[in-house]
């Protein structure tokens, strides 16, 4: 087998543990099941992973970074500001919509790491990586329209965090995506009043 960079092999494994968790669950997965879904023999893990806990917190930053990369794509100044929150929204709705395994793990995840011995700082992890994720992203929209926020960084990103995770556990479990939209329009009304100024901007 040809040799790959080790943070090759990280991102190999770590896409082969999600799959294999998205499919099989957290609990049943396993290292071994983990190195064959890579291809890869069970001392090329050992060798990039010193820890199943190593494994996860990987797992939770490649999750999470995926879907901040898709709301940082379409996160582009549009002609008023709600539409610029709406296409952020909306990017991400459409990203749990077409893998909804994934966002379920998501939660599986937070619910293993409490329960195990050991790796609770995980789920701890895994919730302070969403918080600064919107945090970079607020900061983005602030800067490319010249906005005042209405209330710290720091409140507005785990608002949005608390507020995007429920929305999505919601869909999860209840389903019927044309009944979203009407809610999603009501939370970037919401959003967008929080970050407005006194007066309506334009770019």
Request: charged letters at 25%; a negative charge.
């Amino acid at each position: 087998m040809a040799r790959r960079p080790s943070a090759e092999r990280r991102r190999q494994l770590t896409e082969a543990a999600i799959r294999a968790m998205a499919r099989d669950g957290v609990a049943r997965t396993t290292t071994r099941s983990i190195a064959a879904e890579a291809d890869v023999s069970l001392s090329v893990f050992h060798y990039c992973f010193d820890s199943k806990q190593a494994l996860i917190e990987s797992v939770i930053t490649a999750l999470t970074d995926q879907s901040v990369t898709v709301v940082k794509k379409a996160l582009q100044p549009r002609a008023t500001l709600e539409e610029t929150v709406a296409a952020g929204f909306q990017a991400y709705w459409d990203h749990v919509r077409a893998h909804p395994d994934e966002h379920m793990l998501t939660y599986e995840l937070t619910q293993y790491a409490l329960r195990q011995p050991g790796f609770e700082h995980l789920a701890r992890r895994q919730y302070e990586l969403y918080g600064e994720a919107y945090a970079d992203l607020i900061g983005q929209l602030a800067r490319s329209m010249d906005l005042r926020l209405r209330v710290p960084v720091s409140v507005l990103a785990r608002y949005l965090a608390a507020m995007t995770d429920g929305l999505t556990l919601n869909y999860l479990v209840l389903g019927d995506a044309a009944a979203w939209k009407d809610i999603l329009d009501t939370v970037t009304a919401h959003i967008a009043g929080l970050v407005q100024d006194d007066d309506s901007r334009t770019v």
